[in-house]
Antibody, heavy 121, light 108 residues
Framework: QVQLVQSGAEVKKPGASVKVSCKASGYTFTSYYIHWVRQAPGQGLEWMGIINPGGVSTSYAQKFQGRVTMTRATSTTTVYMELSSLRSEDTAVYYC??????????????WGQGTKVTVSS | EIVLTQSPGTLSLSPGERATLSCRPSQSVTSRYLAWYQQKPGQAPRLLIYGASSRATGIPDRFSGSGSGTDFTLTISRLEPEDFAVYFCHQYGNLPVTFGQGTKLEIK
């Protein structure tokens, strides 16, 4: 079945980096964009950026420019999100989500299970 | 950036009742670029409605969406026990895509 499976929970110290993976299966990996969204404890959803697994294009939310990098490995159908210079406010659950359209922006029809990232000294 | 304001913040209803949730964008959003999600504790969001009124695969027909421009509504015609959750609206017509702050639907 179509699914996105994310890597496990992480605990990081302030100033460190974290890299979260999102493995896609059950569909043509290169045909659908992937978004990253985070949710701080008890809060709403915050969009971080989008990557085209079929090419090299990315677009990041201004808030994360310079701190976030999204990449993909087509051989393993995996997308990665790396966030650097972590601070306590980055403590959140990070989700990858598939864009349902095959031509750029659309609703998010498949979500990963989420990866909890805790930033604490 | 388009800000989505959802109301009410919390809605207390009983099973069998009708729920009406509102989402108001700070600027006009084309209908095809508005979605609704349901999220239960400890779970990822689930797509319910896209294009303002199209139900996603497997979503029961008690869920319906409507609206245009700066006024969108999610309606649940007869609440089932499993419908009590948090609901988010989402606009994806412009980057950055944005989400509403959520409406918590709780059992009265």
């Amino acid at each position: 079945q179509v699914q996105l499976v994310q890597s496990g929970a992480e605990v990081k110290k302030p100033g460190a980096s974290v890299k979260v993976s999102c493995k896609a299966s059950g569909y043509t990996f290169t045909s659908y964009y992937i978004h990253w969204v985070r949710q701080a404890p008890g809060q709403g959803l915050e969009w971080m950026g989008i990557i085209n697994p079929g090419g090299v294009s990315t677009s990041y939310a201004q808030k994360f420019q310079g701190r976030v990098t999204m990449t993909r490995a087509t051989s393993t159908t995996t997308v990665y999100m790396e966030l650097s210079s972590l601070r306590s406010e980055d403590t959140a659950v990070y989700y990858c989500a598939r864009d349902r359209g095959q031509t750029y922006l659309d609703a998010f029809d498949i979500w990963g299970q989420g990866t909890k990232v805790t930033v604490s000294s | 950036e388009i800000v989505l304001t959802q109301s009410p913040g919390t809605l207390s209803l009983s099973p069998g009742e009708r729920a009406t949730l509102s989402c108001r964008p700070s600027q006009s959003v084309t209908s095809r670029y508005l979605a609704w999600y349901q999220q239960k504790p400890g779970q990822a969001p689930r797509l319910l409605i896209y294009g303002a009124s199209s139900r996603a695969t497997g979503i029961p027909d008690r869920f319906s969406g409507s609206g245009s421009g700066t006024d969108f509504t999610l309606t649940i015609s007869r609440l089932e026990p499993e419908d009590f959750a948090v609901y988010f609206c989402h606009q994806y017509g412009n980057l950055p895509v944005t989400f509403g702050q959520g409406t918590k639907l709780e059992i009265k």
